[in-house]
């Protein structure tokens, strides 16, 4: 019998899925590692494979260190600021609540408040030339270290007691992204929240004595459809998975 062509699903829950080393790069604090940001609506998880590091995180709970090393599972919902810090051949597997959203801009830089409140000079500075070559690695440490001028302020402003400049950051970064959100209403709808809507009608089918749907089941595999690119945090490893547009330059 000639197999039926299956219909393409996502990884489980639509989450998204990359695998990353960390930046090794000095920044201006003496700190080797990736560029600060934060997710707008999607919850992050880091899977830690080798090495050791941490991830340095703000939020309402103040500033936290968080140690990583194998075997490590770390995670941090929308609006936290999270920078990746490399101690030592730091490699972690990358989950994405909601993939498609972090492709299509739900990361924003913790940029210098000039540049965030000037949508183009935040593009330009947010972009990298194409490839993996000499170019781009200097395109993306200088946005690292862009990103790490204007962490720092929000980091000593936040262990100072004062978290303004923390909040205005936030809300910044949701102005810069406000314009979007329709496009990533439509990439949820069609992602995370069709996988739940069809584990519900699996649910009521199954209540209802009548698992047809079962006669679709069928199995997926992928791999690598880039190696290396320079993301957020470190060189990064993409998957073309189905569904899903390929990242732009994502964790």
């Not at 003496?30 to 934060?38: E, F, I, Q, R």
Request: charged residues 20%; contains cysteine; glycine residues 12%.
């Amino acid at each position: 019998m000639t197999p039926r062509p299956a219909p393409p699903h996502p990884l489980p829950g639509a989450v998204g899925l990359s695998h990353l080393t960390a930046y090794d790069w000095e920044a201006a604090d003496g700190v080797c590692g990736g560029s600060p940001h934060l997710h707008l609506v999607c919850t992050e998880a880091y899977v830690v494979t080798g090495g050791r590091g941490a991830v340095q995180t703000l939020s309402p709970d103040g500033y936290r260190d968080i140690p990583l090393e194998p075997g490590s599972v770390a995670w941090f919902t929308p609006g936290t600021v999270h920078r990746m810090v490399q101690g030592g051949d730091l490699r972690i597997t990358v989950l994405m609540q909601n993939s498609g959203l972090p492709e299509a801009g739900d990361a924003v830089f913790t940029f210098p408040a000039a540049v965030l409140a000037d949508p183009d000079r935040y593009a330009a500075a947010a972009a990298l030339p194409p490839g993996t070559g000499c170019e781009t690695a200097a395109a993306a440490r200088r946005r690292r270290d862009l990103a790490v001028e204007g962490y720092l302020l929000l980091r000593e402003a936040l262990t100072a007691g004062d978290d303004g400049p923390y909040r205005e950051f936030q809300r910044a970064a949701a102005r810069l992204v406000r314009a979007k959100v329709p496009h990533w209403r439509d990439l949820w709808r069609a992602g995370a929240l069709a996988t739940a809507e069809r584990t519900g009608a699996h649910l009521d089918a199954l209540e209802a004595g009548e698992p047809e749907y079962l006669a679709d089941a069928t199995a997926h595999e992928t791999a690598p459809t880039r190696i290396g690119g320079f993301g957020m945090c470190g060189r990064r490893d993409e998957y073309g998975l189905p569904g899903i547009t390929l990242p732009y330059g994502g964790e």
